[in-house]
């Protein structure tokens, strides 16, 4: 029973191509949230939901568009890759109720080639 | 902005301790946690502290002041196995941001 599941795991793609990379949560958190962690291993906050509303988008090319169907799920689609979009990417979920710990994905190695 | 510093690298034998430092410049800041990433894997979370003061969690510890805008991480009786990459993460008070710090990696040698 994993409690936050992302697919695929790994994804390689050509420039130019759209790519989605899914996220659910079976924890029953209020709040997910995507990250993007570079080669330096920085972790960028991306997007953040709250109970299906935005409720943070940072300085995230407009390419990048999280889509959720429900609380329970986050999915990020990315329009026209870049080169520089390769990165890992981590899906997240916490429980604003509690705000103690955020459950990470096991993550998405994605390389535009 | 929005921002954590903490140091880049730190090394230590193990049987040690290592102090992980933390400062932070937030808005809305509510509490501070800390997690834990091993080369290839995703950040697992170690320790929470909304209030000043010191929560002790086995061999690691976590200590915040929130009128220093400081926190650091204790690691006790270092082991091989906790050489990882630590980052500090801030997060406000409607707990929809957590932001985290670049991260500190720890080589523990023998």
């Known amino acids: 029973d994993t409690a936050v599941s992302q697919t695929p795991k790994y994804l390689v793609t050509q420039m130019g191509n759209d790519k989605s990379i899914k996220c659910e949560q079976n924890l029953g958190h209020d709040t997910m949230y995507w990250y993007k962690q570079d080669s330096k291993k920085f972790l960028k906050i991306m997007f953040s939901y709250n109970n299906k509303e935005l409720i943070i988008n940072e300085t995230v090319p407009n390419r990048f568009s999280p889509k959720s169907p429900d609380k329970a799920h986050l999915n990020l689609h990315i329009n026209s890759l870049e080169l520089g979009d390769s990165a890992v990417y981590f899906c997240a979920s916490s429980d604003t109720r509690t705000q103690t710990e955020a459950f990470f994905g096991q993550g998405t190695r994605l390389t535009v080639v | 902005g929005q921002s954590l510093e903490q140091p880049s690298e730190v090394t230590a034998v193990e049987g040690a301790i290592v102090q992980i430092n933390c400062t932070y410049q937030?808005?809305?800041?509510?509490?501070l946690s800390w997690y834990q990433q091993h080369d290839g894997g995703a950040p697992t979370f170690l320790s929470y502290?909304?209030?000043?003061g010191l929560e002790e969690t086995g061999r690691f510890s976590s200590f915040l002041s929130r009128s220093d805008s400081y926190g650091y991480l204790l690691l006790q009786e270092l082991q091989m196995k906790d050489s990882a990459s630590y980052f500090c993460?801030?997060?406000?008070?409607?707990?929809?941001?957590?932001?985290f710090g670049k991260g500190t990696t720890l080589s523990v040698s023998s």
């Open positions: 502290n909304a209030l000043d």
């Open positions: 937030t808005s809305g800041f509510y509490g």
């Open positions: 993460a801030a997060d406000n008070q409607a707990g929809t941001a957590l932001i």
